[in-house]
Structure formats: C-alpha cells, structure tokens
C-alpha cells in the first residue's frame, strides 16, 4: 500500500499564507491570533496579581504555537496538562528546549493513571529529563504502575492524587481519599522511590453552568474547600517535607478570577466574597500550622472560548462574543430557501456535525452561531444560528422572527462561532490563522498552525503500516 502523505507544516504556509480565507477550502477551522494574544496576557497578568501559580491544559488546541503563549503566564515554572498521549508528544520539542535550558517544567497527563501508557510516558519523561512528567491516580491499584514508570524513566513518577468535588467524573471524594488503603501504598511508593507526590488536584466542569462571575466563584472555592477538606482529613499519611498544590480550575473559574486581579485595592463589584477568595489564593493553610499548601489555577479553553464558554458570563466587562471568541468554522452557503418553501427561511451550509460537533449550549437552542463577518447585520433582538446539523450539512435561520429572509447566496462564505471549540476543533488536521491586530477584517491568513491529531504519534504500528 502506497503512504499516505499529508502535506507538512511548511508547505501548508507556502500554499496558503496571504490568502483570504473566503478562499480557503472548506470547511476550516480559523484562529484569530490576535484574540489568543490577549487572552493569554489577561492569564499573565491575573497569576501575577493573585500570586498564585498556573497550569496550561492543551487539550483544546493541541499545537506548539498557543502552548508556546499560554507558558508566558506569569508562573516562572511553566506547567502544563495534557489529555492524551499524543498531546504530551506533541509539545515534547518544547518541553526538551525548556529543560535543556535548565528551566523547570511538567507536564500532567491530566486522566487517573492508563496502565498500558505506562511505557510511554516514562519513555517521554526520560527523553525529556526527569520532573517533567506527572501523573494523577485515583486507586490503589494503579499504585503498582509506578515502579514500572520508575525502572523505564530511571526516576520517580510525579504524581497527583485525583479529588472528586462534586462533577463525578473522576477522582474520590475527601472523605473516601485512602480507599483502600490508598495512602499508605503511595507512601510506601514514595520510600521506595517510585513515586513523589505534587498535591492535589480536582477539575470540576460545574462551573460550565455558571451564569454570573458570582457562581463561577462559588464553584472555584468550592473546589478550593473541598481539597482542603482532603487535606486537613488525611494529612498524617501526607508528606510534611514540601508544599503540596492544590490544583483547580476550568475556564468559567479562571475567567472570574480576572474580575478578581483587576478589582484589587479598588470597593470592586464583588464585594467581601471576593476578598475572601482572593485571601484564601494567597494563602489556603491548612488546619494544621504544620502543612505547607499552594494553589495552583489550572484552565485550558480560555485561549479560544467559544460560544458556551461565554453563556457563562463568567468574567465582568467582557465584550461582544465576536470579539472574545478566536476560532471560528468557516463554511460556504450550498443552498437558500426563502421562498416559501419551507415553513421557515433557511439556508444550507457544508458544516454539520463533524465539523461543529454537537455539543448544546445554555443561552440558546442552535449549534453555532454565524458571525457578522461579511453578512448582512443582524437586527438587534435576532442572530442568525446554525439552527439544525446533520453529519456534513448545518440549517441556518434566524433565532428569532423565523419568517425573516435569510441575508444569504449560494457560494458565500460565512464563519460560525462554536459552542464547544475543543470538539469542534477535533475534525481539523490545522488551522488557518488569522490576526486581527494585523488586519481589522480578519480575513488574511498570516499563519498555518497543524495540531496533533489521533492517539500517538510514536506507535511503531501507526509508523510503519502505510511504509
């Protein structure tokens, strides 16, 4: 069988930089720099504020180059979480030119400890030097698999204990944190140098139901209380020679945490709540004077959002969701019917659920929402959704006043806004950036950047099938 042969990184830059993106095939994902730019400073300038540190998840983007603007936060250690394998592999160039330059950096494989990855990631970790790798577990069982990382990495596995705050997708309650005997069999791993444990870490994507920077900070300090509560319960069989972190977050907490750096020394709009959770960031204690803790925000959407993400209202004084959203879809319109021949005006456009995903959103019942970008405004009480979506084809209409002609022609090009960037962007080998800095339209492609796509790119089957 002949290689299949994808066109590399540079080539792509050579065919494609400069165009406009209504030239672009279709559909396509396209990046606004310019907006990843300023979200990322944003991200810096709030882990300098709060004093706290910081941990990039990548899994959204999946590319060296917004890796590259996330590690610029603030955090002198630039730390990161990853949710597959190919991810890690991935960012491995960057984490190797980190550590040859003798800065400290780690990177989670942020799911409780898959046994058969094992190899590979110590494999990773000994490539990229020791401390760059860490693991989370949530069961004794998975204890044993750290002496298999040890003796394949030549170094002790980092390792985070998993937290369950209440999203009930992984990790134990405070309460039940030594299943099993848990603890001890970490702290036996640990004399026998297998194991060396970081902290804890919860994720609770609860804040994702958020309506207000109040609830998102209520769902960050919850997190917050609960691993303390698993600290304080189970700290005798904890170790008492470093800080352990407690790691939380998701992007509707984090978002509010601006509101935070930006309203201190100032009667901001939060009020005594947020005072009380900018001074548990600073210093989160413990019940016991004896430990030492230090928090740890962690978020990966924030770079991008996408239209869930902002149905948060998660952050004060953000601006229109065209404006706060980097990527968009790009689609070309197939088909128009405004002419009586469906109940409602709609429009065919060759973006459907692979290209969107189908992911709901709280604010409104569409699929992706288009963009202004080249159409005619919408009124002020409507906007034009992605209002049905089958394997490669979208619906639009109107979100309101159904009736309304669609502003739309057979061949044009539209952009739509996602509800869920991470799933929307898993269809795509690359995506087309643009800066909006650079260009106020948007439309010139200034930049290529391809993601990692699949499980792993170092399976020796996977490398060799098509040779």
Not at 317 to 327: L, Y
Request: with cysteine; charged share 20%; glycine share 8%.
């Amino acid at each position: 069988m002949e290689s299949l042969s994808l066109p590399s990184e540079e080539q792509l830059r050579q065919r494609w930089v400069g165009t406009d993106v209504a030239n672009i095939p279709k559909p396509a994902a396209v990046l606004d720099r310019a907006v990843i730019r300023r979200h990322c400073a944003q991200m810096k300038h709030t882990v300098q504020t709060l004093g706290v540190g910081f941990r990039a998840h990548v899994k959204t983007h999946k590319t060296l180059q917004i890796a590259e603007m996330q590690m610029d936060n603030g955090d002198p250690e630039p730390k990161f979480i990853a949710s597959t394998l190919l991810e890690i592999e991935t960012l491995s160039p960057l984490l190797k030119s980190l550590t040859s330059a003798k800065v400290p950096v780690n990177i989670l494989y942020g799911i409780p400890l898959v046994p058969s990855h094992v190899g590979r990631l110590a494999t990773l970790a000994a490539d990229i030097g020791e401390g760059s790798i860490s693991v989370m577990i949530d069961h004794p069982d998975q204890v044993p698999y750290l002496k298999e990382f040890h003796q394949t990495a030549g170094f002790a596995a980092r390792v985070f204990l998993k937290i369950d705050t209440g999203y009930h997708r992984a990790g134990l309650p405070p309460v039940s944190l030594n299943k099993n005997g848990l603890l001890e069999k970490l702290a036996h791993a640990e004399a026998e140098g297998w194991a060396h444990l970081l902290g804890l870490y919860s994720h609770s994507s609860l804040s994702y139901s958020a309506q207000s920077t109040a609830e998102a900070m209520d769902h960050l300090l919850a997190e917050i209380h609960g691993c303390k509560e698993a600290l304080n319960r189970w700290l005798s069989l904890l170790p008492r020679d470093r800080d352990l972190i407690i790691s939380v977050g998701a992007t509707p907490q984090i978002s509010s945490s601006h509101s935070l750096a930006r309203d201190i020394g100032s009667d901001g709009p939060m009020g005594k709540e947020a005072e009380k959770l900018r001074a548990l960031l600073r210093n989160p204690g413990s019940d016991n004077k004896d430990a030492r803790v230090k928090i740890e925000l962690h978020a990966g959407n924030y770079p991008i959002l996408d239209m869930q993400q902002v149905s948060t209202n998660a952050r004060d004084g953000t601006g229109r969701f065209e404006d706060e959203i980097a990527m968009t879809v790009v689609a070309e319109v197939c088909s128009v019917y405004n002419d009586g021949e469906r109940e409602n005006a709609e429009a065919l456009i060759d973006a459907g659920t692979l290209a969107l995903g189908r992911e709901p959103c709280a604010n409104y019942p569409g699929w992706g929402v288009l963009s202004s970008w080249r159409v005619e405004a919408a009124s002020t009480s409507s906007r034009m959704m992605v209002d049905r979506i089958s394997q490669e084809h979208g619906v639009v209409a109107w979100e309101a006043d159904r009736k309304r002609k669609v502003p739309l022609s057979v061949g044009q090009v539209v952009k739509v806004f996602p509800n869920h960037a991470c799933v929307a962007a898993a269809f795509f080998g690359w995506y087309f950036v643009v800066d909006s800095d650079q260009d106020q339209d948007g439309s010139r492609v200034v930049d290529i950047w391809v993601r990692g796509r699949g499980s792993s790119v170092s399976d020796p089957f996977l490398m060799t099938r098509f040779q």
